[in-house]
């Protein structure tokens, strides 16, 4: 059974106190522990006063029902929780839970007291859940930088050679022009000439005729 002394340092109501932690003390997890818990204080009668409770996993809203008979318990996580706040009137304080979905949560005439240790409290869990969110998150990253092997970049194949290289064009021969009648008549007859067959006269005469005859 949960010692209800240490959630009455703030004037909470002892009665409301008792009657929702013995409620809570049934819904609570492995692991799970309540850490404040706030009464609503109405300016006129307060029979039925609405609780809050905070704990290590998510903030319970305790709602009597049936003249007090019964207990309506809601409740929300906090990885559910965008933020919360409160916000001071003449009579008591609105505690504010912004959910990351959905309408905000508004408690009205909560003693002002108790609304400040109830922001704080609720606060420091958010801050813890956000740190214990980025130091998973460096992990993973750790990790994934660990297994993930660093691959080098492919070598470039060098090209391939061709399969068949066609010969070089071969280069034919000049083709000598035919000689026509007259230079061959004039090749043979310096042949002649130079083999001394006919005299230097014979060949200036006959070299004479021959090109007269073109």
Partial sequence: MISIDRFLSDEQDPKAVEKVIGKLNDLLTSNEEILYLAVQKKPAVNLLPDS??????????????????????????????????????????????????????????????????????????LEQLRER??????????????????????????????LYTPPAPATLPAQEEPEDEATSKLRKLKTLFDKHLITQEEYDAKKADILNSL
């Fill in 52 to 125: 809050i409770a905070i704990t290590n996993k998510r903030i319970f809203y305790c709602e009597p029902g049936n003249l007090g008979l019964t207990m309506n318990f809601k409740d929300i996580s906090w990885k559910n929780v965008k933020e919360v706040s409160f916000k001071e009137e003449f009579f008591g304080s609105k505690f504010i839970c912004v959910p990351q979905q959905g309408e905000n949560i508004v408690t009205e005439f909560i003693p002002k007291v108790q609304a400040r240790r109830l922001n704080q409290a609720a606060n420091e869990q």
């Fill in 133 to 162: 969110a980025r130091l998973e998150q460096i992990e993973e990253k750790r990790q994934v930088e660990t297994v993930t092997p660093v691959v080098p970049e492919p070598t470039p194949a060098p090209a391939p050679e061709p």
